[in-house]
Each structure stands twice: as C-alpha cells, then as structure tokens.
C-alpha cells in the first residue's frame, strides 16, 4: 500500500534549516576526512599527522590530534563548497545517506538527525513530521518531532519509537505510515 502523506521529502517549502543542514554538512566533510584516512596504508598516517603539525592548527584542534589529523585532510579534500553539496542534497537526497551507515560520525542519541520531512494536514492546520534518527550501538532508533505552521514553532515529540537495523529501513518504517497514523502521533505528543 503506498503512504497518503500529501507532501514527499523533497517538497518545495518543507526543507531542513539553516542549522540542521550546516551540521549535516559539517558531518559529510568529517565521514569524508575519516574515509580518507581508511584508504591509506598504516605507515602513512603518522608522516600525514606530521604535515598536519607543520602546518600549524586552530587553537580547537591543538588538544586533540586526531581532530587536527582530520581537520587537516577536510585540507586536503577537494570537497565542494555548501552550496554545492546543498544543491546536490537537494537533486539526490537518498544518497546522502548511503554513506553514514558504517561511518564513526553517524548521528548520536545526543545529536539525532532528520533522516526524513513529511506534511499532512489535521483539520486546518498544516504540520510537518520529521523523522529525527541516530544509531544506537548496532541499531537505529527513531522519534518523531512535529512543528505546525504557527509562528511559535513549538516542537512536539514523540518518545524513541522506531528501532531498526539501517537508516534506511528507518526512513521506510516512517513513510509507510498513513495520514492517521501520523495525526495519532501527533495526538500523542501534544500537551
């Protein structure tokens, strides 16, 4: 059966923020900086870490030095500017996620992500539903976070009720849901 939501992830108007998209962003330039060290031999890393000393730091990285290593193949990287990646975000959502699956910067219980947007409409009212995720150990866990289109932006939640083995899995089980099953979250997570 194909989900009644009105309104896909890719939607014009129901976009992430400003601050969720820099931090998925932000995120993509440190999966890649880990991937990169993952392809190089173990007797290159420490001539790396080397030049990553020579080539001074930010006093953020100065303490840690696997965050200045890092920061200094994000350098080296020719990764493309926001704007870019925004854009190819945008045209490709999906495949945004194909790579945080295995990586040691997927998004924490302390820093879930929206993995999904969805809309629908309860009474006069338009609410976007979004599917805030995170992994947990070997697994992925889920909650809903619904704002409607007042001017407050009171967000209401629900509690972690989605566990799966992917994130895209995640993504499946949440758009599988129907309108009602939504608007029923919705009424859940209401004061």
Do not use: K
Not at 95 to 120: I, N
């Amino acid at each position: 059966m194909q989900p009644t939501h009105d309104v896909g992830p890719e939607a014009p108007g129901l976009q992430l923020s400003a601050d969720e998209l820099r931090a998925q962003y932000l995120a993509y330039r440190r999966r890649q900086s880990r991937a990169l060290l993952g392809l190089l031999p173990e007797g290159a890393i420490r001539p790396l870490y080397r030049r990553a000393l020579e080539g001074g730091g930010t006093s953020a990285t100065d303490h840690d030095p696997m965050e200045r290593l890092l920061a200094y193949c994000e350098a080296l990287l020719p990764l493309p500017p926001f704007d870019v990646w925004r854009a190819d975000r945008e045209a490709s959502p999906r495949a945004h996620w194909s790579d945080v699956e295995d990586s040691a910067d997927v998004p924490s219980p302390s820093r879930p992500a929206t993995l999904e947007l969805r809309s629908f409409r309860r009474g006069p009212r338009r609410w976007t539903a979004r599917l805030r995720g995170f992994r947990d150990q070997d697994v992925w866990r889920g909650f809903i976070a619904f704002q409607g289109n007042e001017a407050d932006g009171a967000v209401h939640r629900t509690a972690v009720i989605f566990r799966e083995a992917t994130a895209a899995e995640l993504r499946d089980r949440f758009n599988g849901f129907e309108s009602a099953s939504l608007e029923a979250f919705l009424r859940s997570a209401l004061p």
